[in-house]
C-alpha cells in the first residue's frame, strides 16, 4: 500500500546557522511501498541507479533494468511525481530524485526439512521502500534547458507541452490531407479499371460472335458433303451386287 504526502518535518538549526532534519525525514513530496516482498539489499542496488536523477531519466532507467524489484520501483517514482503535481502543484518536468532508500520490514520465518530429523531456518525477508522528489535549482533548470535547446530537443514544462500539442495537430492536418488526396488517387483509378473491364468486355462480345459465325459456317460446309457421301455409299452396294453376278455366269 503506498502512502504519500509532503513532509517538511521537525527541522533545527544550530548555533552556526546550519539546518539539521531528523532521521528519515527530509523535504519533498515522498511516496511510500511498504512490506515489499523482497529484501532491502536488493531493492538498494535499484535504488542507488536513480539516486539524484531526473525523474524522466530515473523512469528510463528503471524501464531497461532486468529486476523485478524496479517493477514496484518504477511504480512508486511515478505515485511519488503524481503526488508532487497534483498535491503541490509542482511542474513534472522540473522534478528530480533528491532521496530514495529502503529499510527493512519484518522478516517472515519459515523452516525446512532436513536430514537425521532436522530443520533449516528460512527467512523470507521485507522492506519498506521510500521515494523524495524535489524541484530542481534554477540553475539546474537553465543547464539543462540548454543542454535540451542544444541537442534539439524541446524544454520541458507547459511551454514544452505546448509545443508537442501543436506538432501533434499538424501533424494529423497534414495525414488528414494525404488521406483525402490518396482517397481521389483510389476514386481515380477505380474509374480507369471500369473502363478497361468495359473495353475487355467489349473484346471479348466481338470473339465470341466471331467464333459463333465460323462454327456456323463450318457446319453448313460439314451438311454440303454429306449428301455426296451418302451417295458414293449407295453406289458401293450395287457395284458388289453387279460383281456378284458376274462371278455366277
Known amino acids: 500500500m503506498a502512502q504519500s504526502g509532503t513532509k517538511i ?3 533545527r538549526e544550530t548555533r552556526k546557522g546550519a539546518t539539521i532534519y531528523k532521521t528519515n ?10 512490506y515489499v516482498r523482497v529484501s532491502a539489499y536488493k531493492a538498494r542496488e535499484v535504488l542507488d541507479l536513480i539516486r539524484g536523477k ?31 503535481t497534483n498535491n ?29 530429523g532436522r530443520a533449516t531456518r528460512i527467512r523470507k525477508r521485507t522492506c519498506h521502500i521510500t521515494i523524495i522528489v524535489s524541484r530542481l535549482g534554477e540553475n539546474e533548470l537553465r543547464i539543462r534547458a540548454e543542454r535540451d535547446a542544444r541537442s ?9 507541452r505546448a509545443s508537442r500539442r501543436s506538432r501533434v495537430a499538424k501533424s494529423r492536418q497534414a495525414e488528414g490531407h494525404d488521406h483525402d488526396h490518396d482517397h481521389d488517387h483510389d476514386h481515380d483509378e477505380e474509374v480507369l479499371d471500369t473502363d478497361v473491364e468495359i473495353e475487355v468486355d467489349e473484346v471479348e462480345a466481338g470473339e465470341a460472335i466471331e467464333a459463333d459465325a465460323t462454327e456456323a459456317d463450318t457446319t453448313e ?29
Do not use: M
Open 9 to 11: 518535518a521537525a527541522v
Open 221 to 249: 460446309a460439314a451438311a454440303d458433303d454429306a449428301p455426296e457421301a451418302s451417295a458414293d455409299e449407295a453406289s458401293e452396294p450395287e457395284a458388289a451386287v453387279e460383281t456378284d453376278d458376274k462371278d455366277e455366269d
Open 88 to 116: 503541490d502543484g509542482q511542474d513534472p518536468e522540473a522534478l528530480f530524485v533528491s532521496a530514495c532508500y529502503a529499510d527493512e520490514g519484518p522478516t517472515l520465518k519459515r523452516w525446512r526439512p532436513r536430514a537425521r
Open 25 to 34: 525525514e527530509r523535504p519533498g513530496t515522498r511516496a511510500q511501498v511498504r
Open 54 to 84: 531526473h525523474v524522466a531519466d530515473a523512469d528510463e532507467i528503471l524501464q531497461f533494468v532486468e529486476r523485478d524489484i524496479a517493477i514496484i520501483i518504477r511504480k512508486a517514482l511515478a505515485s511519488a511525481v503524481a503526488n508532487a
Open 152 to 160: 534539439g530537443r524541446v524544454a520541458g514544462g507547459t511551454a514544452g
